[in-house]
């Protein structure tokens, strides 16, 4: 296949190029460099600067690359994803998340491009119903960016009914790690997710690290969540290509375990390596207590269920952390 990356120089784009690589395709990418970093690009892909919100850059690149060989597959990966900053920055977030994925889509259209691949959000499904959300779950955002993802799903949904593409959309739950080779994981300043920072914090990067909450509904009364590994996570997105390509069909599902562990847990993984100074502190706001993926769909139409646990997770996020240290 040929595909092209949008977002591809980022932490889960940069994962996804690497696995398309391994898998035997050719890879274009497309980024702004805006969070993402040119040296996170695969050497065998090939690299374009280039704004999904501006549609003259995406079509003069879809031009020149489509003049070749039209691109089987698209991927979008160009989102704005902290949930704080979502909520100061509402505007932007709607303008780069939404328009951009509209602008994407046009584009396509005109170029004839059939098959799209999108990332979307657990944050769907805001405070869930249910202990493990299911694709037929109510959706329910309860800050921004969730409502972005969501608003982009439904223009996916509509605009590929309407001109005949397809979509594969694949709500991802809480990804942490790095690709085994290290030559890619996440590396940026303030990070603020649970895995990092208490990596970061176990390696002596930060002086300690705050528990945000414990008195939630939950075995130990912090936090659950569910985790996965970005190379599990990368590779069903070239799953859910070639599925696009050999059926002609749509699909939505979730990436997860089925499984949750709690924020202490995630301590105590990383303690059996390092000791973690932590604290209990507030509840953070805007934090569902749990949030556990069924994989059951993922499972039976793509036949992926994730090959890595927390405790390599976890080791995987340290020896990257320690490459990147000095
Ligand atoms: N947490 C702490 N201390 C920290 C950082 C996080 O206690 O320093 C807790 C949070 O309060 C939360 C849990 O760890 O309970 C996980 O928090 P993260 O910030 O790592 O991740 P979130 O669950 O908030 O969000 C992530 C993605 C979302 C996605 C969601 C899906 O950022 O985009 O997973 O489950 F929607």
């Not at 696995?19 to 892909?45: F, Q, Y």
């Not at 280039?50 to 597959?73: H, M, R, S, W, Y």
Request: hydrophobic share 35%.
């Amino acid at each position: 296949m040929k595909v092209c990356v949008i977002g591809g120089a980022g932490y889960i784009g940069s994962h996804a190029v690497y696995e398309l690589i391994r898998d035997g395709h050719e890879v274009v990418v497309i980024d702004n460099l805006s969070t993402g970093k040119k040296e996170m690009v695969h050497k065998d892909a090939k690299f374009y600067l280039g704004d999904i919100t501006i549609a003259e850059n995406l079509k003069e690149i879809f031009k020149q690359e489509c003049e070749i060989k039209p691109f089987d597959v698209v991927m979008h990966f160009a989102a704005k994803l902290i949930v704080p900053e979502s909520v100061e920055q509402p505007l932007e977030y709607y303008y780069n998340n939404v328009e951009g994925v509209r602008i994407m889509l046009s584009v396509m259209k005109d170029f004839n491009i059939k098959n799209v691949v999108f990332s979307s959000t657990a944050a769907v499904y805001g405070e869930p119903e249910k202990e493990i959300c299911e694709e037929t779950d109510r959706t329910n955002p309860i800050n921004p960016y969730g409502e972005t993802k969501l608003a982009s799903e439904k223009l996916i949904k509509w605009v590929c009914e309407r001109y005949n593409m397809n979509y594969c959309i694949f709500r991802y739950f809480n990804v942490a790690g790095a690709d085994e080779s290290l030559e890619i994981g996440l590396n940026k300043d303030n990070l603020t997710h649970i895995v990092p920072v208490t990596v970061q914090t176990a390696l002596g990067i930060r002086d300690k690290m705050i528990v945000f909450g414990n008195d939630y509904d939950t075995k130990d009364g912090t936090c659950v969540r569910d985790y996965i590994h970005v190379s599990d996570l990368a590779y069903a997105h070239v799953l859910g290509a070639k599925y696009l390509v050999n059926n002609n069909k749509s699909l939505l599902v979730n990436l997860g375990s089925n499984e949750g562990y709690s924020v202490l847990e995630i301590i105590k993984e990383v303690e059996k390596y390092y000791k973690v100074n932590y604290e209990i502190g507030e509840r953070r706001a805007g934090d569902p207590a749990k949030l556990i993926a069924s994989n059951n769909k993922a499972k039976e139409l793509l036949g992926w269920t994730p090959k890595r646990n927390l405790s390599d997770i976890i080791k995987s996020d340290i020896n990257y952390r320690i490459k990147i240290k000095d």
